[in-house]
């Protein structure tokens, strides 16, 4: 819902930092390697109780996953880099309830294992819609820049950022974050899932 403003706010500074990257010769793919690295480091601060430091590296995730796109888009985007980015995002969005289940499996499992089952159902139908939209030759109109079919809706990649940071800066409410964010993306699910049964007819 999100992630229209966002990037077009965060346009002008992700824009000049992919070209001084580009001036260098450095290339998307070892950015989006770069930011995973951080992604994982921030699930390991976050599993060993460190969530500020987890949040700290969280953002420096999604700011390299921010730059890598611009970056691809002004030295030619490949389907390497296109695939290899949007998996090593879902394994980051994976990691970070893991994470908190692992920091105190008593009080945050559960609610932990309901989000990534949310997280899977939003995943799934994001994916399925935008392999259905290749086969048909659909483009996004709202995202145009992405190299598939991205289809938005009540929970995007701002919302769970907003989320995670929420988890990081209070932990001890993760449980109850998590599982109203488990509903959120539910929603978001169901409303996908009425998108690609109406087109796809």
């Known amino acids: 819902m999100l992630d229209r403003l966002a990037l077009r706010l965060a346009k002008p500074v992700v824009d000049a930092a992919a070209a001084g990257l580009a001036a260098r ?40 996953d921010g730059v890598d796109g611009a970056l691809a888009r002004a030295t030619g985007p490949t389907e390497r880099g296109a695939f290899l980015d949007i998996t090593l995002d879902f394994v980051f969005y994976a990691a970070i309830p ?7 499996p008593g009080a945050n499992a559960l609610a932990a294992a309901i989000l990534l089952a949310a997280f899977l159902a939003t995943g799934t139908s994001f994916l399925a819609f935008a392999v259905m939209a290749e086969k048909r030759g659909l483009k996004s109109t709202a995202f145009p820049a992405k190299s598939f079919y991205y289809l938005g809706g009540l929970t995007e ?22 599982l109203f964010y488990a509903g959120l993306c539910a929603v978001t699910a169901m409303t996908r899932l009425v998108a690609g049964w109406r087109l796809f007819a």
């Open 25 to 64: 010769g450095i290339g998307a793919d070892q950015v989006t390697l770069a930011g995973f690295g951080f992604g994982v480091l921030a699930a390991l601060s976050v599993a060993l109780g460190f969530t500020g430091l987890g949040l700290l590296l969280l953002l420096l995730n999604r700011a390299l």
């Open 157 to 178: 990649g701002t919302e769970t950022i907003l989320c995670f940071a929420a988890m990081c800066v209070w932990p001890a409410h993760f449980a109850g974050i998590a």
């Open 98 to 104: 893991l994470a908190f289940a692992i920091q105190d």
